[in-house]
């Protein structure tokens, strides 16, 4: 069976008084029968990590530099993140991709990092509205997912999550087929390079908009196996009912 995953990205939100949240979820979601996982901001990771022991919440990071140490000021590494309790890491987002011109190249140069320090790598893809208008989602995410994931890819360190980027907190959501189509296309496309097994084993996270409203239909689609969560992940009440839409799915 495909691992299932809830996964909350906090962003740059969030000090101390956020951990009160985190503690409400892990009370409310001592054991699951999903994988459940919060990406704080770095400064709470290590908290974090502390105050959801014993809970089914896991805690991973926001993008990571390629290199395990150095001069790199600002930077975190993938090491520094499994050190301070992470067990995943958000790579290649599209406000990374665009806030921070990163390349598919440099994604998977991080996934890399991420693999060597015993992270999960969370890899997100998606296209703009311009690329999804002018027909080329398919040929935007092909070009995206091949490059940004070495060949090392796994069922067990890495998750693929779609994330068009128009609908990154806009409240719009592609239509189901739309969902369906990309996450087939995925799924295809891990086979063809790593084999059936490997497709058929590796989480494929929708993300953009998704809330308690909307969870439930999106998690009936066949290849979307959890969702990779903005808004909706900052306050127990808005991400326990998306948890349970995924437990019941
Ligand atoms: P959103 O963000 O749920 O707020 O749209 C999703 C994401 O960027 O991961």
């Known amino acids: ?8 990205n906090w962003k740059m939100n969030g000090t101390g008084s956020a951990l009160e949240e985190l503690e409400t979820l892990s009370n409310t979601h001592k054991t699951a029968e999903v994988e459940i ?10 908290l974090a990590a502390a105050s959801t022991q014993g809970s089914a919440v896991a805690i991973g990071g926001q993008d990571c530099h390629q ?3 150095g001069a790199h000021t600002g930077d975190i590494s993938a090491d520094m993140f499994a050190d301070a309790g992470a067990r995943a890491v958000i790579l290649g987002h599209s406000e990374r991709r665009t806030d921070h011109a990163e390349t598919s190249e440099l994604v998977a140069a991080k996934t890399t990092a991420a693999w060597a320090a015993g992270l999960t790598a969370i890899v997100c893809l998606g296209e703009t509205l311009q690329e999804r208008e002018s027909g080329e989602t398919l040929k935007v995410i092909g070009k995206q997912l091949a490059r940004s994931l070495p ?3 796994t069922a067990a360190n890495t ?13 719009k959501v592609p239509s189901l087929d739309q ?4 996450h087939g296309f995925l799924r295809a496309s891990l086979a063809e390079r790593f084999g059936t097994g490997m497709a058929e084993a590796t989480a494929l996270l929708y993300g953009g908009s998704v809330k308690a409203s909307n969870a439930k239909d999106i ?10 969560v903005g808004g909706a992940s900052l306050k127990a009440a808005d991400f326990s009912p998306i948890i349970r ?3 019941a799915s």
Do not use: H, N
């Not at 969902?179 to 990309?182: D, P």
């Not at 689609?221 to 959890?226: F, Q």
């Open 67 to 69: 290199q395990v140490s």
């Open 219 to 228: 998690f009936a689609l066949e290849d979307v196996d959890g969702a990779l």
């Open 245 to 247: 839409a995924l437990e």
């Open 1 to 8: 069976m495909r691992r299932k995953l809830a996964a909350g």
């Open 151 to 153: 060949d090392g890819a």
């Open 179 to 182: 969902i369906a189509q990309v």
């Open 159 to 171: 998750v693929i999550a779609y994330e068009p980027v128009w609908a990154i907190g806009t409240g």
């Open 37 to 46: 996982l919060i990406c704080p901001p770095a400064t709470l990771l290590a």
